[in-house]
């Protein structure tokens, strides 16, 4: 099963990484952000995109557990700053919920790749 899952969480990460890069502007309106100017755009796409398109198929590619591994710490991390945010800027919205229940699912389905 893990052979499954944990490519599934790289699935996925190519997939929102794609959207990034091909529709950075839908994607910053997805997390709130709104772009300044051109280089903002460029903001979007590359971390938004680039990043995340690249951290998924290094894992899908490499199948190295290795890679696995920094993909969820880098979810699980956004999780627990999501989590702190919510407590410190007291922004317990819905929305920050849902992101972090996202940023769950994905890492610890990018967590069962750590496994042979």
């Not at 599934?8 to 794609?18: E, Q, R």
Request: with cysteine; proline share 4%; glycine share 14%.
């Amino acid at each position: 099963m893990n052979d499954v899952l944990g490519p599934l969480g790289a699935i996925l990460t190519v997939a929102l990484g794609l959207l990034g890069l091909l529709a950075p502007l839908h994607a910053g309106r997805m997390v709130g952000l709104k772009p300044e100017g051109h280089r903002g755009v460029s903001e979007l796409r590359s971390t938004f995109g680039g990043l995340f398109t690249g951290m998924g198929l290094a894992c899908l590619v490499l199948q190295a557990p290795a890679a696995y591994a920094v993909a969820a710490c880098a979810w699980l991390s956004a999780a627990l700053a999501r989590l702190v945010s919510m407590a410190v800027d007291r922004n317990p919205s819905w929305l920050n919920a849902g992101g972090v229940a996202l940023e769950l699912l994905i890492g610890m389905l990018l967590w069962t790749g750590t496994t042979a």
